[in-house]
């Protein structure tokens, strides 16, 4: 009897949890590379690429580099050393060429260290004040 009344109400509650996530249908990017953890030699250029579903009603793909993985309010890196609008590619790859700035010595590539990345997408549809889709956060390591 008590199976009976439970199982249409965990079904209900169950419906009104997932309805919100089966009706976006925008996407986190998924970083493909660098892998997390990767060593990369100071002063060499790289490509951060991530995949980004095509049916996702997202609009651009942009990456943030940090040297924290501290999030803000909207899920973000907190603060960003390297800022960029990521290129679209085929089969919902989307890629950024780190720039090779040799006499810059701030640039990150040129200082050895641990960095945390993330992309993101950019959502309004649903009239939220986060209009952040962040995929997760990665990690590579400048020697």
């Known amino acids: 009897m008590r199976s009976r009344i439970l199982f249409p109400i965990a079904a209900v509650c169950l419906a009104m ?16 590379a660098p892998t997390s953890g990767k060593s990369i030699k100071r002063g060499v250029p790289f490509t951060f690429k991530v995949h980004l579903d095509e049916n996702s ?16 309010d909207d899920g973000t890196l907190a603060n960003s050393i390297y800022f960029r609008s990521m290129k ?14 040799a006499a810059l010595t701030t640039h990150f590539l040129n200082r050895k260290g641990r960095y945390y990345w993330q992309a993101y997408v ?22």
């Open 17 to 32: 949890f997932a309805a919100p996530a089966f009706a976006q249908d925008v996407f986190a990017p998924t970083n493909v």
């Open 57 to 72: 009603a997202g609009s651009g793909v942009f990456l943030n580099v940090y040297k924290s993985k501290k999030v803000g």
């Open 88 to 101: 679209q590619g085929s089969g919902g790859m989307w890629t950024k060429k780190v720039e090779k700035y």
């Open 122 to 143: 950019i959502d309004c549809s649903e009239g939220t004040d986060d209009c952040n889709v962040e995929g997760k956060i990665g990690t590579f390591r400048i020697k």
